[in-house]
């Protein structure tokens, strides 16, 4: 019982802060006003990360509050190994050579991204839930 709650507290926790980060990607990416340099080129491109992977991050520890025995399962597993490659993505993605599907914009790249982790997340955090009731 201990062990749940504090995985439910770990979750919450986490689903605050990528709510946060939610918001701010948000106006860092619709309000703000950079001028049109090669700094706010770049700065949009990373501005993007935030702005795609925050709400799948929130959508994600969600499922986790609701469900927080799943935290330590293979959930945990799949996001040790995912989300730091995804972030590598994020920091040295520069953008498209060709447009193609080998090199996407980054708004399309950050998008699958995103939608990568949330599907396999809840597949395997349901799974978890489905499989084991009892437990």
């Known amino acids: 019982m201990i062990v749940e709650v504090e995985n439910r507290t770990t979750a919450l926790v986490l ?9 701010i990607g948000y106006y860092l990416l619709k309000i703000y ?4 340099t090669v700094y706010c080129y770049y700065f949009q491109i990373k501005v993007y990360a935030v ?24 959930w945990r597993f799949f996001a ?5 490659i ?19 914009w980054p708004q399309t790249l950050f998008t699958w991204l995103s939608e990568i982790y949330v599907g396999i997340s809840v597949l395997l955090i349901l799974g978890y839930a ?3 009731k009892g437990n």
């Open 51 to 74: 702005y795609y992977f925050a709400p799948a991050l929130a959508l994600v520890f969600l499922f986790l509050a609701i469900f927080p025995k799943a935290l330590r399962t293979w």
């Open 80 to 84: 040790i190994w995912y989300l730091p």
């Open 15 to 23: 689903l605050a802060f990528s709510l946060v980060c939610t918001g």
């Open 33 to 36: 006003q950079c001028p049109a």
């Open 86 to 104: 995804s972030f590598l993505f994020f920091i040295f993605y520069t953008g498209p050579a060709s447009g193609d599907l080998f090199s996407p």
């Open 130 to 132: 489905l499989f084991n």
